[in-house]
């Protein structure tokens, strides 16, 4: 059966959306690794479902799933994709979107140039929540990798940890674009510290306002921009005295603009979100 879907993109990011408004679908994971292919499918770092609400009180039901077929709780480029997608079908009509996912409530408001501001949540520090394989919590935690930490001229491999929905380890770098992204991330991936395996952040400081950031995530590997890795990034920074005020993240596909107040306020995403082509798929 033909499926009609739309390809969209945060700053890099690139999303293959489906609604199941007028049209039913049941995504298996094969189906989704098909999908995600780029010689042999549509090509993207994940697929979004987006589907009715299931109450009086949120717009849609937004799902994600990683170009491995698994699914996750929280892509925050997608989320700004969703609700602009939402915007242009018309199945929604207001600024203020209320989007249900697997960890909770989304809050996308869309901004006069186009652009989305999404409320991330509050992050969420505590080890059995990120979920994290730690006694107690810290600021940094040390991690041992077989030997590829050497890469980094240390014994132990420094990171930050938190949970803006997903899980995130953020490490530190001095320059971010010769960090050994697709070495150190796999590894820390697979190390089992991290029970749900982990999105992967090398950040560079650049001043107080702003840094550089290259993600290597979980079920995709690196990708052009990950909108929840920058908050988390920023969070870490922010926590460790690096970074303050209204933020400037600059990732290899563009730049986001986060906000946040400190310890158990959320944070604030905005960034654009584009429409790149439209079609349909047999699946």
Same mark, same amino acid.
């Given at each position: 059966m033909e ?14 959306v489906f609604?199941?408004?007028?049209q ?6 094969? +189906?989704?690794? #098909? ?16 589907e009715?609400?299931k109450n #009086?009180e ?20 997608g989320?700004?994709c ?8 018309a199945?929604?009509?207001k ?10 409530r989304?809050?996308?408001q ?6 989305v501001?999404?409320?991330?949540g509050?992050?969420e ?11 107690? +919590?810290?600021?940094e935690?040390?991690?041992?990798l077989?030997?590829?930490h +050497? ?6 491999l420094?990171?930050g940890?938190v ?9 530190? @770098?001095?320059?971010v ?6 070495v150190?991330?796999?590894? @820390?991936?697979?190390s089992? @510290? ?6 992967v952040?090398?950040?560079e400081i650049?001043?107080?306002q702003?840094?550089?950031l290259? @993600?290597f995530?979980?079920?995709s590997?690196?990708?052009?921009a990950?909108?929840?890795g ?8 922010? +926590?460790?005295?690096?970074l303050e005020g209204t933020i ?10 986060l ?21 349909k798929i047999?699946?």
């Open positions: 499926y009609r879907f739309t390809k969209m993109h945060g700053i890099g990011n690139d999303f293959v609604d199941t408004y007028t039913p679908l049941t995504l298996s994971r094969e +189906q989704v690794r #098909h999908i995600a292919d780029r010689q042999f499918g549509i090509g993207c770092d994940q697929v979004l479902l987006l009715p609400p #009086h949120t717009d849609v039901c937004y799902r994600i799933f990683n170009a491995d077929g698994g699914e996750v709780m929280q892509c925050g480029n989320a700004r969703a609700a602009v997608y939402l915007r242009e079908k199945l929604v009509t600024d203020r979107i209320i989007a249900e996912t697997g960890k909770g989304l809050i996308l869309i901004d006069a140039d186009n652009c501001t999404v409320d991330m509050v992050p520090f505590e080890p059995a929540k990120i979920p994290l394989k730690a006694d107690e +919590q810290l600021e935690y040390e991690l041992s077989d030997g590829n +050497q890469t980094f001229g240390g014994d132990e420094t990171f940890a949970s803006l929905g997903n899980p995130h380890a953020v490490i530190i @770098v001095d320059e674009d010769s960090a050994p992204v697709n150190i991330g796999p590894a @820390v991936q697979l089992g @510290v991290f029970p749900e395996s982990v999105n952040g090398f950040i650049l001043n107080r702003a840094f550089k290259r @993600v995530e979980r079920g590997g690196e990708t052009l990950c909108g929840s920058a908050c988390a990034a920023m969070v870490i920074a922010c +926590q460790q005295g690096y400037d993240a600059e990732l290899r596909g563009g730049h986001l603009t906000r946040w107040a400190g310890q158990g306020e959320p944070v604030y995403m905005t960034g654009p979100a584009t429409t790149v082509f439209e079609g047999e699946l």
